[in-house]
């Protein structure tokens, strides 16, 4: 991404369906984690990886190919569709690219909200499923947020990190909602 931000990577689920479940168990303690394949990371050893709300009111189209330039509608750094309209925040408002979706002018700070908990992942994490624990209020927002369209997994400065995405067969990221006790 350039400047002090890194690699920002979208990942989006069932938000409807989380909800659902979410809504279920409302008396219960609902703990939650994402498990990603990490692929090696680029420019350092290690990276730490944070995951940001996605607020906008663009609905976006992920592609369906690994590693290809989007084709007509799908998803890019400019626009949530290719050959659309650009990328707008939470408020409807136009955006210049991706980033000004998550951070601030700067790209230094963020400006959605941050789960609480980050993986650090290393040189002996390739190939292997990791797991990034969401926090109960960054779960809400997820499922519940009315401009949430998914969910941002990034790293700061020149550090890149990466991670299988649903084409690679296996290592599909996965969302693990547990029910625990009441609350």
């Given amino acids: 991404l350039g400047g002090k931000s890194g690699e920002a990577i979208v990942l989006d689920f069932q938000r409807k369906a989380i909800a659902l ?3 279920a168990y409302k008396d219960k303690q609902i703990s939650a984690h994402l498990v990603i394949v990490c692929k090696p990371t680029q420019s350092s050893p290690a990276a730490t990886v944070e995951a940001v709300i996605l607020d906008t009111t663009s609905d976006w189209t992920e592609g369906t190919k690994l590693g290809n330039t989007a084709a007509e509608g799908e998803v890019t750094f400019s626009a949530p569709q290719f050959g659309g309209k650009p990328w707008t925040n939470a408020e409807g408002k136009a955006v210049a690219d991706f980033r000004e979706l998550f951070y601030d002018k700067d790209y230094d700070k963020f400006r959605t909200l941050v789960n609480s908990h980050t993986l650090q992942i290393g040189p002996d994490d390739k190939g292997k499923p990791v797991k990034l624990e969401l926090d109960a209020k960054f779960l809400e927002s997820f499922a519940h947020g009315p401009t949430c369209k998914g969910l941002i997994l990034c790293t700061r400065g020149d550090v890149m990190a990466d991670f299988s ?12 909602l547990t029910v625990g006790d009441k609350k």
Avoid: A, Y
């Fill in 165 to 176: 995405s649903r084409e690679q067969s296996g290592q599909v990221p996965t969302l693990v």
């Fill in 21 to 23: 479940f979410l809504d």
